[in-house]
């Protein structure tokens, strides 16, 4: 686990995070709800082991980017006029949009009309896009476990999942 705080994330911990995204890792990240797996959308066997890890059908499930600016979203999904205006407005955000994929998108979801695009309200999650070039896939922790703490306290989420990914960081308590 590692440490990183959300009003001063240290670069050399995002330069870590980053590269153990590149080396094809998973990882449990905040966001500005609760926390989510995440990989590098280019890596397939991540989002392949988180949809396993969730208990989900790859090729069923809705998969949602976190994207780090408006700039990064137009490269892997078409949007109009009103659908920029909405996003402006609302972003960064606990929001997910629904757009049309471009022909940017990883070979994986090359066969999806749609997509779900983030900019969430998270430094730690942004500074870690903005570092690694590209937006990363993530999925929430949520479970249906009664125990709230599971997917927000990152202590607890360590407990549970340390085992099953790479790095879980420590953002503080979730939303």
């Known amino acids: 686990m590692v440490k990183i705080y959300e009003d001063n994330p240290n670069p050399t911990q995002i330069r870590h995070v980053v590269e153990v995204l590149r080396n094809g890792g998973i990882i ?21 082991l988180i949809s396993k890890i969730k208990n989900l059908d790859t090729r069923k499930t809705n998969l949602s980017f976190v994207c780090h600016e408006m700039s990064q979203v137009s490269e892997y999904a078409r949007m109009g006029d009103t659908a920029f ?35 969430p309200n998270n430094n730690i999650v942004l500074e870690i896009v903005r570092e690694l070039g590209n937006p990363i896939m993530v999925s929430s922790i949520l479970t249906n476990d009664p ?15 340390d085992h099953q990914v790479d790095l879980v960081i420590d953002g503080g308590y979730g939303g």
Do not use: H, W
């Open 28 to 48: 449990i990240v905040p966001t500005d709800t609760v926390y989510a797996f995440a990989c590098d959308i280019f890596n397939s066997k991540g989002i392949e």
């Open 147 to 161: 125990v709230q703490e599971y997917f927000t306290d990152p202590e607890l989420i360590r407990e549970k999942y």
């Open 85 to 119: 205006k909405l996003m402006r407005k609302n972003l960064p955000g606990p929001f997910t949009f629904i757009l049309q994929g471009s022909n940017s998108l990883p070979k994986l979801f090359k066969n999806r009309k749609n997509v779900g695009i983030r900019i």
